[in-house]
C-alpha cells in the first residue's frame, strides 16, 4: 500500500485545550453515578464520521456517538449490538460511501480502519482521517482492538471510558474463561456456514479465533485464515479433528438451516452425533471489542444452555 | 471412440485414486466410522453428480443446438444458467422462503424467463442463431451484474455466491445425485419418445411443416425439457459452463451421425468431460480448500475449445447479416445535428453535476454549495464521460473495420480480456498501482482481439463468426474472472469492483488520465475517418482505392483495443455503450464515418453521464456501480435493436 497508515490529517485544535477539556469531563464524570454514564456522555466532543465497522462499534460503546456511519441497515442484522441511535445518518455501502453526503456532514474526524485505506485520499478531502487498526496480517486482533479503542478514548476526549470499557472486557473474560471450563477440555472449530456444503474457518487472525484461545479453548483450526481471505471449504474438513466441538456462528442463509438437517456427511461427523455443536446469533466477523464480547457472551451461554439442556 | 474410452478411463483412474485413498483409510470393524462416511457420502455421490450434470448438460445442449438449429445454444450461452442463478440470489435475499421451499423451482422460474426473453427479442428474426447467441450473452452479462451487484451491496452476507458463481462440486450426501438423476431420465425417455419431432426440427421450417408438425408445440416444449435439465444442474451444484456446448458438438466430430446415436452420445461425453475436470480439479486441489471450482474449470478447458472449433463448425444457412442492415435517411447537415447533441450534452453534464439530493432531499445546488459539490461530482462524471465516449470510438472503428454492425468492445469480449489481464496483475503483484493495472488491462484487450482477429482471419470468416468467436472470449475471460473471484480474497473484492464499473474512487489524476486518453485516441480517429469510409466497403474495394489495407486495419484495431482498455479499466467491461453509441449515431442520420464518430463519440459521453447519474440517485446514499447502470440501458437498446428488423424479414 503506497499510502502511510496516516493518522492525524490536521493537528487537533491544540492539546492544552484538549487536555482541560478532558480534565472538565473526567471532574464531571467523577461526579456523576456510573450507572448514567452511557446515557450523560452520549456525544464525545468531537463530529465523527465513521466507515469501518469494527471502529463504529467501538466509538458507540465508549459513548461516542458519530454523526454518520456506513450501512446501517446491514450494521443491525450482521454486527447487532451496540445499537445504533436513529440520528446517525447512513452513508451508504462501506466500500463505496457517499462522500458528498459525508461532506454535508462535515465531521471534524473520519474514523477508517486499514482496510480501507485506499479511500484516504477521497476522505482527506473531507476532514482529517484517523486509522484505527484492528486486523493486521500475522497480528492478533484482541490486542490490536484494545490499543485502538483506548487510541480512540484518547482522540474523542473520552479516555476514562475507554479506560473503563477495557478494564470490563478484561474482567468479563477472565469470568467466562471460568465459565467455560469444561467446554475447554476440547479444541473447537470456529465456522460460519456458507451453504449447506461448505463453511469459512476462522483462525487464530480473526477476533472470534482470537477470543476463542484468550477464553482458554484451542483452536482445532491449525491454519491461519489472513483476514478477508478465507477459502470456502468443503464441511469434511472438519472430520479430520473428531475430537473437536463446532462452533458456528450466524447467521445462517435460509439454504443452510433447510439443508443441513439433511446433510449425510453433516450428520455423521463426531461433533454432531455427540451434540457438540453450538450455533450462536450473528457477530461481527470483523469487530472490535464490543464483537469481541458478544462472541465471548454467546458463547458461554450456548454452553450453558447445553449444559442445562443436558 | 477410443478416444472417449481414454478419456473416461483416466477419469476413472484419477476416480480410483482418491477412492483407494480414503478407502486405505477407513477402518472396518467402527460403526461409526467418519472416513468411511466421506467415501460414502462424499466422494461416491461427487463422482455420481459428477457424471449425471454432466450428461444433463450434454443433453441439454444437443437439445438446444437441435431446436434452436444452433450451434453453439447450450445454457450458458442462452443465458439460461445465468437466469437461473440471478432468481436464485434475489429469492435468497428478498424471498428466502421461497428458495427454502424449492430452490430447483426458483432455478427453473429463472431460467425460464431468461430463455423466453430470448426467444421473444429474437423470433421475428425467426430465431437466428448470432441474435439468440447475441441475447443470451446480454442476457448473462447484465444478470451476472446484477449478481456481482448483490453480493457487493451485502457485503459478506452472499459469500455463498462465491462458491456457487463457480460451480463447486463438493457433495455430501446423495440428494444432488438423485434430483439431477431422477430428471435426467425422465429427459431422456422424453427425448426419445419426441425423436421423430427432434430430427425434423432439424430441418428448416418449410419442410417440417410439409411433414406436418405441430412446431411450435414441439420446439417449446423441447426448449423446456432442456431449461428443467440445466437449471435443476444450476440449483443443485451451480454454474458449469461449456459441458452443454462441448458435448454434441464434440459427439459429431467424434462421429455420430444419426440423432440416435447423438442422443447417446453427447450425454455420454459429457459425462466423462465434467467427471475428468472434476477429477484434475481434486487432484490439484491442497488441504486448504479447492482454489478452482469445477465450474470455472471447465469453462477454462471449454472456452479454447470452443476457439479451436469455431473455423470447424458447420454454420446452418441463414440470411446473412449484412441483409438486415438498416439503411438510415443521411442527415443533409450532420454537423448541425452533433452540434446539437454536444448541447445535449453539455445540458445533461450541468444537471448531472448540480442536480442530487443530499440531507435535506433534492436540491439544485449553486454559488458556493455547487462550487464545493463540484469537487466531488466533477472527477466521476468526466471519468464516465471520457469512458463512454472511447468506448463509442472503439465500437465504431470495431464495427467498421469488421463491417460487423453487431460488433463492440463488449461483444467482442475485448473487455473481458482487460479484465483477465487485469486479474492477472493483481495475482502476480497483489497490490498493483494504477499503472501497473493499465498496462495488464491493456494487454489483456489487446490479446483478446488479437486472437479473435486471428481466428476470424482463418476461412474467410463472416460477420456470425466473428460474433462467436467474441462470444467465446467473453465466456473464457468470464470463466478466468470467475475463477479468482471464487478465490474469496482482496483481489477478488478488486474484481468484483472492477466488473460492476464503478467511478465512484475516481479523483481528478483518473479524470485527468481518462480525458488525456479520450483526445489521444479520437483525435486521430477523427483525422484518419477516411480510412474507416473505405473500409468498411471491404478489403478488396479498399485496395483498389489505393489504402493499405493491413497495415491501416492494424493501426485501427490497436487504438480500439488500447481504447476499450482505458475505458474498461474505469466503467468496466459491460457498458454496451461502444455497441449502442454508434448505432443511435447511425440511427439519427450520421452516416459517413467522420459524422458517425462524432455523434458516437458525443451520444456514448451523453448515455455514460446520465448511466452516472443515475447510479448516485436512485437508491441514495447507496451507490450502485455506473457500469451497471449503463448495461441495463444498452440491455434494453439492445432489445429494441433485435426486436427492430421485423420489416426486413417479414
Redo the contacts between chains.
Keep these: 500500500m503506497s499510502f502511510k497508515p496516516s493518522s492525524y490529517g490536521r493537528p487537533a485544535q491544540g492539546s492544552a485545550d484538549r487536555t482541560l477539556r478532558r480534565l472538565d469531563r473526567r471532574a464531571f464524570l467523577g461526579i456523576a453515578a456510573s450507572a448514567f454514564l452511557p446515557a450523560l456522555v452520549s456525544a464525545g466532543p468531537q463530529r465523527l464520521a465513521i466507515i469501518d465497522w469494527g471502529v463504529l462499534e467501538t466509538a458507540l460503546a465508549i459513548g461516542a456517538v458519530p454523526l454518520a456511519a456506513t450501512e446501517l441497515r446491514q450494521f443491525a442484522r450482521i454486527a447487532v449490538e451496540p445499537a445504533v441511535p436513529a440520528s446517525v445518518v447512513d452513508l451508504g455501502l462501506r466500500g463505496s460511501p457517499n462522500y458528498e453526503l459525508l461532506r454535508s456532514v462535515a465531521p471534524d474526524l473520519i474514523l477508517i480502519s486499514g482496510f480501507y485505506e485506499y479511500q484516504l485520499p477521497s476522505l482527506e478531502r473531507i476532514g482529517p482521517v484517523l486509522t484505527l487498526p484492528i486486523y493486521e496480517a500475522g497480528k492478533s486482533p484482541y490486542p490490536l482492538a484494545l490499543s485502538s479503542m483506548l487510541a480512540l478514548g484518547e482522540r474523542v476526549g473520552l479516555s476514562g471510558e475507554a479506560e473503563h470499557y477495557v478494564a470490563d472486557t478484561a474482567a468479563e473474560l477472565q469470568q467466562l474463561r471460568t465459565a467455560l471450563r469444561s467446554f475447554a477440555s476440547r479444541p473447537a472449530f470456529l465456522i460460519s456456514l456458507g451453504d449447506a456444503r461448505h463453511f469459512r474457518a476462522f483462525g487464530a487472525d480473526s477476533m472470534p479465533g482470537d477470543m476463542l484461545t484468550r477464553l482458554g479453548i484451542a483452536n482445532a483450526w491449525r491454519d491461519d485464515t489472513s483476514y478477508s481471505a478465507a477459502a470456502p471449504v468443503g464441511i469434511e474438513a472438519l472430520a479430520r479433528v473428531p475430537e473437536a466441538s463446532i462452533i458456528v456462528i450466524g447467521p445462517l442463509p435460509a439454504e443452510v438451516s433447510r439443508g443441513l438437517p439433511d446433510n449425510a456427511l453433516w450428520n455423521a461427523l463426531p461433533a454432531v452425533r455427540e451434540g457438540r455443536v453450538a450455533v450462536l446469533e450473528p457477530v461481527n466477523h470483523f469487530g472490535g471489542l464490543p464483537s469481541a464480547r458478544r462472541f465471548a457472551r454467546l458463547l458461554a451461554e450456548a454452553v450453558a444452555a447445553k449444559a442445562a439442556h443436558d | 471412440m477410443l478416444f472417449w474410452g481414454a478419456m473416461a478411463l483416466l477419469a476413472a483412474l484419477l476416480f480410483g485414486q482418491r477412492v483407494g485413498q480414503q478407502w486405505s483409510a477407513t477402518h472396518p470393524g467402527q460403526t ?1 466410522d ?2 468411511r ?2 467415501l ?3 466422494l461416491l455421490p461427487r463422482a455420481a453428480v459428477a457424471l449425471l450434470a454432466g450428461a444433463a448438460l450434454g443433453l441439454s445442449g444437443l437439445l438446444l443446438q437441435r431446436i434452436l438449429r444452433n450451434p453453439l445454444a447450450e445454457p450458458s450461452t442462452l443465458g439460461i444458467s445465468a437466469g437461473a442463478q440471478l432468481a436464485l440470489a434475489l429469492a ?1 435475499l428478498y424471498a ?2 421461497l ?2 421451499h424449492s ?1 430447483a423451482g426458483v432455478a427453473f422460474a429463472g431460467g425460464t424467463a431468461a430463455v423466453a426473453l430470448i426467444l421473444a427479442l429474437t423470433w421475428r428474426r425467426g430465431l437466428e442463431p448470432v441474435s439468440v447467441v447475441l441475447a443470451g450473452m446480454m442476457v448473462a452479462l447484465t444478470a451476472n451484474a446484477a449478481g456481482a451487484a448483490l453480493i ?6 452472499l ?2 455466491l ?3 458463481g463457480g460451480g ?1 462440486l ?6 444432488s445425485a438423485i434430483a439431477i438423476g431422477w430428471r435426467l431420465a425422465i429427459g431422456f425417455c422424453a427425448a426419445i419418445v419426441l425423436l421423430r419431432p427432434l430430427a425434423i426440427l432439424g430441418l428448416d421450417d418449410v419442410s417440417a411443416r410439409g411433414l406436418g408438425l405441430s412446431l411450435n408445440a414441439s420446439r417449446f416444449l423441447l426448449i423446456a425439457l432442456a431449461v428443467w435439465l440445466a437449471t435443476t444442474v444450476v440449483a443443485e451444484v451451480g454454474i458449469i459452463g461449456f459441458v452443454g456446448l462441448a458435448a454434441p458438438v464434440l459427439a459429431t466430430l467424434s462421429g455420430a451421425r444419426s440423432l440416435k446415436q447423438k442422443l447417446i452420445a453427447a450425454p455420454l461425453i459429457g459425462a466423462v468431460l465434467l467427471w475428468l475436470t472434476d477429477g484434475l480439479v481434486q487432484l490439484v486441489a491442497g ?5 478452482v471450482p469445477t465450474g470455472a474449470a471447465t469453462a477454462l478447458l471449454g472456452g479454447p475449445l470452443l476457439l479451436w472449433l469455431l473455423p470447424r463448425l458447420r454454420l446452418f444457412e441463414w440470411p446473412s447479416l449484412q441483409e438486415s442492415r438498416s439503411a438510415p435517411r443521411r442527415a443533409a447537415h450532420p454537423w448541425r445535428r452533433i452540434a446539437l447533441l454536444g448541447l445535449l450534452g453539455i445540458l445533461a453534464s450541468v444537471v448531472a453535476l448540480s442536480l ?1 439530493q ?2 435535506d432531499g433534492w436540491s439544485f445546488a449553486s454559488g458556493d454549495l455547487l462550487a ?2 463540484v ?3 466533477l472527477p466521476r462524471v468526466v471519468v464516465a464521460a471520457a469512458c463512454g465516449g472511447m468506448l463509442a470510438a472503439a465500437g465504431v472503428v470495431i464495427q467498421r473495420v469488421t463491417s460487423n454492425p453487431l460488433a463492440s468492445p463488449e461483444v467482442l469480449g475485448i473487455g473481458a480480456g482487460a479484465g483477465a489481464g487485469l486479474a492477472a496483475v493483481l495475482l502476480l503483484a497483489g ?1 498493483a ?1 494504477l499503472g501497473w493495472q493499465l498496462a495488464g488491462s491493456s494487454l489483456g484487450a489487446l490479446l483478446a482481439l488479437i486472437v479473435i482477429l486471428a481466428i476470424g482471419a482463418r476461412g474467410n470468416l463472416g460477420p456470425e463468426r466473428l460474433l462467436f468467436a467474441g462470444i467465446a472470449m467473453n465466456a473464457l475471460c468470464s470463466a478466468i474472472l470467475a475463477a479468482v473471484i471464487s ?4 483481489q477478488s ?1 478488486r474484481l468484483l ?1 472492477w466488473l460492476t464499473g ?1 467511478t ?2 475516481a ?1 481528478g489524476l483518473e479524470a485527468s488520465i481518462a480525458v488525456i486518453g479520450l483526445v489521444v485516441i479520437t483525435v486521430p480517429l477523427l483525422l484518419a475517418a477516411r480510412w474507416l469510409e473505405i473500409l468498411s466497403f471491404g478489403p478488396s474495394t479498399a485496395l483498389a482505392l489505393g489504402l493499405p489495407v493491413r497495415p491501416v486495419r492494424n493501426t485501427l484495431i490497436l487504438i480500439a483495443a488500447l481504447a476499450s482498455a482505458l475505458a474498461s479499466q474505469f466503467v468496466g467491461p459491460l457498458s454496451f455503450v461502444g455497441l449502442i453509441a454508434p448505432h443511435l449515431a447511425r440511427m439519427i442520420g450520421l452516416d459517413r464515418a467522420r459524422a458517425q464518430l462524432a455523434g458516437a463519440i458525443i451520444l456514448g459521453t451523453l448515455l455514460m453521464v446520465i448511466s452516472d447519474w443515475l447510479s448516485r440517485m436512485i437508491v ?4 450502485l456501480p455506473v457500469g451497471l447502470f449503463a448495461s441495463l440501458l444498452g440491455g434494453v437498446y439492445l432489445t429494441f435493436l433485435l426486436g427492430r428488423g421485423v420489416h426486413r424479414h417479414g
Design positions: 461409526l467418519i472416513d462416511v466421506i460414502v457420502y462424499g435468497t428466502p422462503a428458495v427454502e430452490s457487493l451491496a451485502n457485503g459478506d452476507y459469500f455463498s462465491f462458491i456457487w463447486s463438493v457433495q455430501q450426501g446423495w440428494d488441504e486448504g480448500g479447492e482454489r442530487g443530499g440531507l464545493d459539490l469537487a466531488w461530482r497490490i498501482g478465490l474469496g480474497n482482496a473484492y469492483g464503478s465512484i474512487q479523483t441514495f446514499p447507496y451507490q
